[in-house]
């Protein structure tokens, strides 16, 4: 999987919230590899990306884990995922 291939895409719950769109990821570096722990989500993760790291209110963090479906046009995401601010 590539960073192109979650950029842009809608991130929905299993019960029909629209979270918004992947703007950037997060991601941890283990030993050997970085792993994706989450993706940053709606409107605040886009200015983030836009214009630097502006605030501690980046957008929404979902969980890597919390991912259900990455087939089709949407990516849903567990219920349980809530409009949390991500942190810096």
């Known amino acids: 999987m590539r960073l192109s291939d979650l ?3 809608e991130v ?3 019960d029909g919230r629209r979270l918004g ?3 950037d990821v997060r991601v941890e570096e283990r030993p050997d590899r970085l ?3 989450g ?3 709606g409107p605040r993760a886009w200015w983030r990306r836009m214009a630097g790291n502006v605030s501690r209110r980046d957008g929404v963090l979902v969980p890597w884990a ?3 479906s990455l087939d089709g046009p949407r990516i849903v995401v567990g219920p349980d995922v809530r ?3 991500a942190g810096g």
């Open 7 to 9: 950029l842009g895409r």
């Open 12 to 14: 929905w719950t299993e």
């Open 21 to 23: 769109r992947v703007y």
């Open 35 to 37: 792993a994706v722990i």
């Open 39 to 41: 993706l940053l989500v």
């Open 66 to 68: 919390a991912l259900r």
């Open 83 to 85: 409009e949390h601010p």
